[in-house]
């Protein structure tokens, strides 16, 4: 059975006041079996990584520069983040690809520079309304999928995570139905299975888009959703502590 991950993506929010009030109560929760995380904005890394040291709370970064190291002005390597504790970095968000640019070919440089370096990349994939509505879901998480795979080998998922973010659903308040969550979730791995090596099973599929405390048990219990990408719930810590122990 695969183990439920339950990551936090803070996005461009964060303050000194906003650690100190929700991870203390994050500290003091048990998970159970589940694997949760954080991912705040780079400035704030050390100081969570500080703050939760010696706890089972993960920390993931949001976005990582695709070069090791050099002339990129404002940008964060993987080695930085490797050496302030990072598990975790998420990578092809649609928010980096809608407003940043990032094409499917700098989200595999990035994907491959994570794992490269041990860390676990979170692809994060999904389509807009507009690609839904033209029946066009598989044919966009597919490209984005096979566009990881052909810059890296049919084992580029072999320790990595896949978040199904339908950008529809992304800050919107809308969420897709646990059916139709589920449907994306057992596409992509069969999809999976057929193009890449290694056991599409073990592969956690998270879902992100609205997930919150109200609907997290049900979509949680699909049988190929292993837990959820959270974003403006995980700056509430009574909302992210139910997520969690929704998944635990």
């Avoid at 070069?67 to 050496?83: C, P, Q, R």
Wanted: charged share 20%; hydrophobic share 45%; with cysteine.
């Amino acid at each position: 059975m695969r183990q439920k991950i339950i990551l936090g993506n803070w996005k461009m929010n964060g303050s000194r006041a906003l650690l100190a009030s929700l991870l203390p109560p994050l500290l003091r929760e048990s998970f159970g079996s589940a694997r949760v995380g954080v991912c705040p904005p780079v400035a704030y890394l050390g100081q969570v990584a500080a703050i939760i040291e010696g706890s089972s709370l993960e920390l993931g970064a949001q976005n990582v520069n695709e070069h090791d190291k050099g002339a990129y002005t404002g940008e964060t390597s993987v080695s930085m983040l490797k050496e302030l504790g990072c598990r975790y970095v998420l990578v092809g968000h649609s928010e980096r690809r809608q407003y940043f640019g990032e094409t499917d070919a700098i989200v595999a440089e990035k994907f491959a520079i994570i794992r490269r370096s041990g860390l676990i990349p979170v692809l994060c994939i999904g389509e807009t309304q507009e690609e839904r509505d033209q029946d066009q879901t598989d044919q966009v998480v597919f490209r984005q999928i096979d566009a990881v795979q052909a810059h890296i080998g049919s084992d580029a998922f072999a320790n990595a995570i896949i978040a199904y973010e339908p950008v529809w659903a992304i800050g919107t308040g809308k969420t897709a139905t646990p059916a139709q969550a589920q449907d994306v979730h057992q596409l992509i791995r069969r999809h999976i299975a057929e193009t890449a090596a290694g056991d599409a099973e073990s592969l956690p599929l998270l879902y992100g888009g609205s997930m919150k405390a109200a609907n997290a048990a049900e979509l949680l219990a699909m049988a190929d959703i292993d837990g959820g990408l959270v974003g403006g719930a995980s700056l509430d810590s009574r909302e992210f502590i139910d997520i969690c122990r929704a998944a635990a």
